[in-house]
């Protein structure tokens, strides 16, 4: 097993925090991984992305240009990496914010409306937390279990409290995952 | 009990590292972008181990504090980026004529001038050449992975003691700031023994010790010349460090160091799903280069492709090692872009398959 992914959105959204709880969760079930940021002045209050692989075996290349997923959080990101998914591959995208749909047929696609759905969990923060959740629905390359663990890795220790929003969000986001709302 | 694996960026593992060989002091300056290594040091080795760690002026103060310290025969290193790299090389050309052991990490941008802060690998020819001035080498490890970051650090510390030479492990912005799994050796003790050279205050019994790079007399200085060349003679023999992937049946070589590398192994990999043998060649020291086994290499192969974040440097060493048995070509990005494996994949069939078919 070989999962190449990309998560990218707005400095802020919380897209290299989720690629660190993927690979930390991943970790956990020994696997291979590879978190490689976008760094610099883009950061700050541009796109931000992370790369994330996860594999069973040694991972040769952290840079990549074709992914098995792609995650966006804002419309600028679903524009630059629509075209980056491998064919078959899957593109997930938080629904709110988009205007432009994505329009590729030869790929899977699935609106997640995380943010309105965090605003009902009273804590817009874990939006990214939804996506993840519909991620892990659709691609179960790691257990629930494994992720609870590495969101404790990631989630400083003073934000412990807030473990069981985490929770929830995940557990929204497959539910979400199951049944998409039409865009 | 196997330790617990951890994920970890490169330059917070290069100074947990850093802590656990035993260092006794850092002297540095933030720049972006391996800052991570001051700041994980400011936070953890002082409380930890008694480490000094300081942050100094400028870095021509950091590496001048590093010719003092190791003069002491303390572990001691400092640690930046490309344009500061560029004001310690006064320093670091004292320290070679000096013959004191130190490290110095750089983990690259791309330049020149202030450049960028994205990664870049064209720091390669002030490293192995000389940045400095004078007939002096920099002992050079270029790791490619966390991991490597974190093992090369004792490695480091170990060669420089063996020759008491200033080593340099040169990295790059990518691998400074991914994260990777990690496995961490354990603690060593910041060791108590004092080498017979350091100048600690003469005792009665011996002479007393010098460290200096200075000497006026042209065959005195001479002989200090011809001292730093025998020693460099047997690193050449004895330190040349590369790694082979699937190189055994390969028609074609990609030969990179670094991160590159493990893009080119990528490459290699997407060019054998089509049907070409490629094979990647890694130096892992870049100096002493391993011109021996790329020579022996280039016996059973069509062609070599070396590929940079540079215009063209470590490709001259290919070219002395190949020495015209086969052909040599070359790609390479520069300031800060990272070349996608599809990319060097098209560039191999366009300079080489295409041509020698």
Same mark, same amino acid.
């Given at each position: 097993?070989?999962?190449?992914? =990309? =998560?990218?959105?707005?400095? #802020? ?35 931000? /992305? ?27 990101? !679903?524009? *630059? ?7 078959? #591959? ?9 205007? /432009? ?20 969990? *009273? ?38 409290? %807030? =473990? ?20 | 009990? *196997? ?33 991570? +290594? %001051?700041?994980?040091?400011? !936070? ?26 190791? #003069?002491?025969?303390?572990? +001691? ?28 990490? /750089? ?67 990518? %691998? ?5 799994? +990690?496995? %961490? ?18 005792? *009665?019994?011996?002479? $007393? ?43 074609? =070589? ?17 060019? @054998? ?5 490629? #094979?990647?060649? $890694? ?13 022996? !290499? ?11 974040? /540079? ?21 390479? @990005? ?24």
């Amino acid at each position: 097993m070989t999962e190449e992914i =990309i =998560i990218a959105g707005f400095g #802020g959204q919380g897209v290299l925090s989720m690629g660190q709880i993927l690979c930390y969760s991943a970790v956990m079930e020994d696997k291979e991984v590879s978190w490689m940021p976008s760094y610099g002045p883009e950061m700050r209050g541009g796109t931000a /992305n992370c790369i994330v692989i996860i594999s069973d075996e040694k991972i040769s290349s952290p840079i990549l240009t074709k992914f098995d997923t792609v995650i966006v959080l804002n419309q600028p990101s !679903l524009d *630059k990496f629509e075209n980056a998914v491998k064919p078959g #591959g899957l593109l997930i995208y938080e629904s709110s914010a988009i205007i /432009n749909p994505p329009t590729r047929t030869d790929i899977e696609i699935l609106p997640i409306d995380a943010a309105n759905e965090a605003v009902k969990l *009273k804590n817009t923060k874990i939006m990214n937390m939804i996506v993840l959740g519909a991620f892990l629905k659709k691609k179960p390359i790691i257990s629930f279990e494994s992720a609870m663990k590495g969101l404790k890795k990631v989630l400083p220790e003073r934000y412990h409290n %807030l =473990i069981p929003l985490n929770q929830e969000a995940l557990e929204k986001g497959m539910e979400l995952a199951e049944k998409p709302v039409a865009v | 009990m *196997k330790k617990e694996l951890k994920l970890m960026k490169g330059n917070e593992a290069l100074a947990e590292a850093v802590i656990l060989a035993g260092c006794d002091a850092y002297f540095g300056y933030p720049i972006t972008p391996q800052s991570e +290594v %001051l700041e994980y040091l400011s !936070l953890e080795a002082t409380k930890r181990t008694g480490m000094v760690v300081l942050q100094a002026e400028s870095e021509v103060a950091s590496i001048n504090m590093v010719y003092g310290a190791a #003069g002491t025969g303390k572990r +001691v290193m400092t640690s930046s980026s490309s344009p500061g790299i560029s004001l310690m090389q006064e320093g670091i050309s004292y320290i070679a004529c000096a013959q004191l052991p130190c490290l110095i990490v /750089n983990v690259q941008r791309g330049g020149p001038g202030l450049g960028t802060i994205q990664p870049g690998q064209a720091d390669y020819f002030q490293t192995v050449k000389g940045g400095g001035h004078g007939d002096y080498k920099l002992l050079t490890l270029a790791p490619s992975t966390v991991q490597e970051m974190v093992d090369f650090v004792d490695t480091a510390f170990q060669l420089a003691f063996k020759y008491r030479t200033p080593v340099m492990i040169l990295a790059d912005g990518a %691998l400074g700031q991914m994260m990777e799994k +990690v496995q %961490l050796p354990d603690q060593k003790e910041r060791t108590k023994e004092i080498p017979a050279w350091a100048t600690v205050g003469k005792t *009665k019994d011996r002479e $007393r010790n010098i460290i200096t790079s200075l000497s006026l007399d042209p065959h005195v200085m001479e002989n200090v010349n011809l001292q730093l060349q025998e020693k460099y003679r047997t690193i050449e023999k004895n330190e040349v460090r590369y790694e082979m992937t699937d190189c055994e049946d390969a028609d074609y =070589i990609l030969v990179a160091f670094g991160l590159v590398a493990r893009i080119c192994q990528k490459a290699a990999h997407l060019a @054998r799903e089509k049907g070409i043998k490629v #094979g990647v060649f $890694r130096p892992i020291t870049l100096y002493p280069f391993p011109y021996e086994a790329l020579n022996k !290499l280039a016996d059973n192969v069509k062609g070599f492709l070396d590929v940079e974040m /540079n215009a063209g440097q470590m490709v001259e060493d290919v070219k002395l090692a190949v020495l015209g048995k086969k052909p040599v070509e070359f790609h390479g @990005r520069m300031g800060g872009v990272i070349p996608s494996p599809e990319e060097i994949l098209h560039k191999l069939e366009e300079k080489l398959v295409g041509e020698l078919v």
